[in-house]
């Protein structure tokens, strides 16, 4: 998925701070891309190729890598985001050849690269990592063998590649420059005055310019301190056709925005640029998702209970995932709430497990959670969507969401990839214990493998929906939201996001309890928005809905298709695709993630920082 | 950065306000709506402003006003249609420049989104807003990762899953090329996509308005007043004792009110206008430079044109007055309409906890309504 890699040519004094300072600032500006482990390489001035990576965060590991102490003339560095294979010291860029002369930072991914490093490995290349990227070095470094100057080395190099990459490259016998290609992963130039940029954002370097040339899609070329060279091969692949140079002028851009409003990327908020990512989070989550629960579905299997604690958010998902692990798998489950988890988890010992929700895997209470589950003996899995974070680290065995850095503080592609990731194993756990027959698991683990495009059809089905919705929203200063089993984790999750960032206070309740209480508040016009996963036992919604229409209360419904008279009962319907319920329950969320975030937009509040909250809670 | 602001059209849903005059040049709180558009693109940074007009003559005063903010230039339209005035800027928008349609209101952020999407992915880029009813813009098909899979221009059917075209956009010399041989939007962006090339959407939040009809003029006027948090009084108003002003109201040069009038914010009063005694001026009520609105009467949520004069006792609500329009005494809009009613817009209006559905008439510029006149919803009256 996302990594980040800046490259960085400066003439002698004109970036007024060590190039390997500039190198660390520049990265920590791509941290939104990812943020698993970190590297840098540098040519110093006496013609040595310092090269420094390790795993963690930037600021956790720059000292120990010690970038500020470094200077030279050119330097490439690299921040990654580890989706498949595990973040380490070794994986991290850069990467070199064998005689340690070229290093190389890469974002992507080359789909031909086994090929290309049984070729170099009969031609007597060594390599270390377990990485795509590795091949680069050593392809780069064969070619030169064969008599090639560096820059046509690199030009064959490319032209091998398949995949998508952006990539930047040092070489030892052409000190004054970077060589850098792009095939659909983003890659751009920055011009400054003595000297020139390479990142994969704008924001890497706006401290030093805000002159930019974005490249295209199979350029190829270098940059030194005063000069730019880009090229293109019109067929790509076709080894005959000749590399012919591009004119740049008419394609520098003077950048006048912040870099914050680069990151958003065409959105005006996070929260909503994330919103949308929740299709390719998705399908991120799914991919792979097998061998990462192999041990998980065995241990869960085997277990005599399964306490899932979260907070927030996680705390939602965590309940949807005790629902089906009873349902569906018939396992005694229960979901609590993190910083309640103390009062319960004594009970707790060998044979049972607790899974900990968290998003950031900081989140204290679910982390002192986890410490509290393993004192009382049990078997700990942390699901979390950052590697290598504190609950993973102290857990027995891990999860990854896989769903990419989350920026704004309302959870949104978090919740519906941990859920997807609860519900996958509530099937596979069901299929081992013979709770459900090998087919059923079949279905169900191909409808979820198809939540990635039924979210992207459900954003586009009611977005326009969800907008004009929160007009009515934003005039209301409270509303309730109401479901049965499945449906209610997601009533919560609903009413959670209503409150933390449009202000409006949000309830949610079983709708079956409604009546024993919090109908005495329904009047004309309350808001009460049902949601309905798959069926409606015995018209039971239907009849609650009608409970609240006699009091003149506006109705609001996500529901399926199916449940035409649900959809027909209320005033505004949310027409969702018919889904098995492992799949509803991780996409209805959306239409409540829509309303409440136009309903933010439309009362005026920024719905990327909410009052009095923060993204990651680590006090108690 | 450098723009392109298409400014042509009288617009056939504003004839009756415009007298024929470009669209763009109609006056909410004081300012025309092309002034807001060009003030939006002076706070963003825009350095050159393309504006493309068929009627270049209307435009001497703001070429004057602005030329000093940023370098101006003026072109007129040779045929007609949006596809003749954005051809009129072919080189300009071939290199990049932001695209904006100049009836469209939105705040600069929304500009500035759009121009840096463009930019970060390198590719053409089109502002798109989620609207529940896309008939009549331009229907953009999105992917899931934010690139445009279908373009149809101006559906005549209700289309579900399509966000509409928000007026605002990043195109390339590709692209423009592509315009000029098929002579459509549609069939450009189209077939740009279908060869292979990406488009990308930059998603619209927040409010958005394509001036179109007069109901658009009333929308534009409660956005324009939502972001006003404070009152100000111009120091050569004469405001009567007994005069009540409360909430945000802006009241420009010589402006007169007289006693017991209430004026109730958000409002704006222009400059030389006058306030009878008695009258009440009720919220997202626009006066334009020079109005009258005579004794006893009360105004609720409308426009009321440069020179218009309300007669007394007048009762007048979501109404537009066009400039010079007279109303009789006496005269008395009727509003609640039902949202069923086929062929009438109307404004959405909670009050008491319900919802009612609101509009009143159009007043063509210069027309007399006679004394005791009772105006229908959605009437445009008659001379």
């Known amino acids: 998925m996302a990594c980040g890699i800046v490259g960085i040519v400066a003439k002698e004094g004109v970036l007024r701070k060590p190039l390997g300072r500039v190198i660390r600032e520049s990265l920590k500006k791509l941290e939104y891309r990812g943020y698993d482990s970190v590297g840098f390489a540098i040519l110093t001035r006496d013609g040595r190729l310092i090269v420094r990576k390790s795993r963690g965060m930037i600021d956790n590991v720059s000292a120990k890598l010690g970038f500020d102490s470094f200077d030279g003339f050119v330097g490439i560095g690299h921040t990654r985001w580890a989706t498949h294979g595990k973040p380490s010291d070794v994986n991290a860029h850069p990467h070199v050849d064998c005689g340690g002369t070229i290093a190389v930072v890469h974002n992507g991914i080359i789909e031909n690269y086994e090929e290309i490093r049984a070729e170099l490995t009969r031609l007597g290349h060594r390599f270390i990592s377990g990485t795509d990227t590795e091949v680069i070095p050593h392809l780069m470094e064969e070619f030169k063998r064969q008599g090639a100057s560096p820059y046509e080395a690199f030009k064959k190099t490319v032209s091998r590649l398949k995949g998508a990459y952006a990539l930047a490259v040092i070489d030892v016998s052409t000190p004054d420059r970077i060589y850098f290609a792009r095939s659909t992963s983003p890659l751009v130039v920055g011009l400054g005055n003595g000297a020139n940029f390479l990142a994969s954002d704008i924001p890497a370097f706006l401290e030093f310019t805000r002159k930019v040339i974005v490249l295209r899609d199979g350029e190829v070329g270098y940059l030194t301190a005063d000069n730019v060279v880009v090229e293109y091969r019109p067929k790509a692949g076709n080894s005959e056709a000749l590399w012919a140079p591009i004119n740049l002028t008419g394609r520098v851009r003077v950048v006048e925005w912040t870099a914050e409003m680069a990151m958003k990327g065409g959105y005006p908020h996070f929260m909503l640029k994330e919103i949308h990512e929740q299709p390719n989070a998705l399908a991120s989550t799914l991919a792979g998702i097998e061998d990462q629960v192999t041990d998980v579905v065995k241990a869960l299997s085997k277990a005599e209970s399964v306490v899932i604690v979260g907070a927030g958010t996680s705390f939602h998902a965590s309940y949807l995932g005790s629902l089906l692990m009873s349902n569906l798998a018939r396992k005694r489950s229960v979901a609590i709430i993190s910083s309640e988890a103390r009062w319960h988890l004594r009970s707790l010992g060998e044979g049972d497990v607790v899974i900990a929700v968290s998003q950031s895997g900081e989140t204290i209470d679910t982390l002192l959670a986890v410490r509290e589950a393993k004192a009382a003996g049990a078997l700990t899995i942390a699901l979390s969507n950052v590697v290598d974070s504190a609950i993973p680290r102290e857990s027995h065995m891990t999860i990854y969401t896989r769903a990419g850095p989350e920026i704004g503080v309302a959870a949104t592609k978090t919740f519906t990839t941990q859920v997807a990731v609860l519900s996958y194993l509530a099937v596979k756990v069901a299929e081992r214990v013979g709770a459900i027959s090998a087919r059923e698991a079949s279905e169900y683990v191909a409808a979820l493998r198809k939540v990635p495009d039924t979210a992207a059809t459900i954003i586009a089905m009611h977005e326009a929906k969800a907008r004009a919705v929160a007009r009515r929203m934003a005039e209301r200063t409270n509303a309730f939201y109401l479901g049965r089993g499945y449906s209610l984790p997601i009533a919560m999750e609903g009413a959670l996001k209503l409150k933390e960032i449009a202000y409006v206070h949000a309830e949610a309740y079983p709708a079956g309890e409604s009546k024993h209480g919090p109908i005495a508040l329904v009047e004309e016009n309350f808001p009460v928005l049902f949601t309905a996963v798959g069926r409606d036992d015995g018209g039971m919604i239907r009849s609650n809905i009608e409970e609240m229409k006699a009091r003149l209360a506006w109705t609001l419904a996500v529901a399926p298709e199916s449940l035409k008279e649900v959809l027909r009962a209320v005033d505004v319907a949310f027409k969702m695709p018919d889904l098995p319920e492992v799949a509803a329950v991780v996409a209805y969320i959306i239409p409540y993630q829509l309303i409440a975030y136009y309903t933010a937009v439309r009362k005026g509040h920024d719905p990327d920082k909410p009052r009095n909250l923060a993204k990651t809670v680590t006090v108690v | ?383």
Request: hydrophobic share 45%; glycine share 10%; with cysteine.
């Open chain 2, 1 to 383: 950065m450098r723009a392109v602001v298409l400014a042509g059209g009288s617009g056939k849903g504003l004839i009756p306000l415009t007298g024929g005059k470009p669209k763009v040049l109609l006056k909410v709180c004081g300012e025309a709506v092309i002034e807001r558009v060009l003030r939006n693109l002076v706070s963003i940074g825009a350095k050159k402003v393309t504006l493309v007009t068929d009627k270049p003559s209307e435009f001497e005063d703001i070429t004057v006003r602005f030329g000093r903010l940023l370098e101006f230039e003026v072109r007129k339209q040779s045929s007609g249609g949006i596809i003749g005035a954005m051809l009129e800027a072919k080189d300009e928008l071939s290199n990049g420049a932001l695209l904006v349609y100049g009836d469209t209101l939105v705040s600069a952020e929304a500009y500035e989104m759009t121009y840096v999407a463009a930019t970060e992915y390198g590719v053409p880029t089109l502002m798109v807003v989620p609207e529940e009813d896309v008939r009549f813009y331009g229907a953009v098909f999105v992917d899931s990762r934010g690139f445009i899979k279908h373009f149809k221009e101006a559906p005549r059917e209700r289309i579900e899953g399509a966000y509409a075209f928000g007026g605002i956009a990043v195109l390339n010399k590709e692209l423009v090329d592509l315009i000029e041989r098929d002579e459509s939007i549609e069939s450009a962006i189209n077939g740009y996509v279908a060869s292979g090339n990406a488009v990308k959407t930059a998603l619209w939040s927040d409010w958005w308005v394509d001036v179109g009809y007069p109901i658009n003029l009333l929308e534009a006027i409660y956005y324009v007043m939502m972001g006003w948090k404070t009152m100000r009084v111009a120091s050569s108003a004469k405001i009567a004792s007994t005069a009540v002003i409360e909430g945000p109201v802006i009241i420009e040069d010589d402006v007169m009110i007289d006693h017991y009038a209430v004026i109730r914010g958000p409002a704006y009063i222009g400059r030389g206008a006058l306030i009878g005694a008695h009258t009440f001026i009720r919220p997202y009520t626009d006066v334009e430079a020079g109005a009258v609105v005579s004794s006893y009467s009360e105004v609720v949520w409308s426009l009321i044109g440069r020179g218009a004069t309300i007669g007394r006792n007048t009762f007048l609500g979501y109404s537009v007055v066009g400039d010079g329009a007279t109303v009789g005494p006496g005269a008395l809009t009727k509003l609640i309409t039902k949202p069923e009613e086929v062929g009438i817009k109307a404004i959405k209006v909670v009050k008491r906890r319900k919802e009612w559905y609101k509009i009143g008439c159009t007043v063509p510029v210069g027309s007399k309504v006679p004394e005791l006149s009772v105006l229908e919803p959605g009437e445009i009256v008659k001379d």
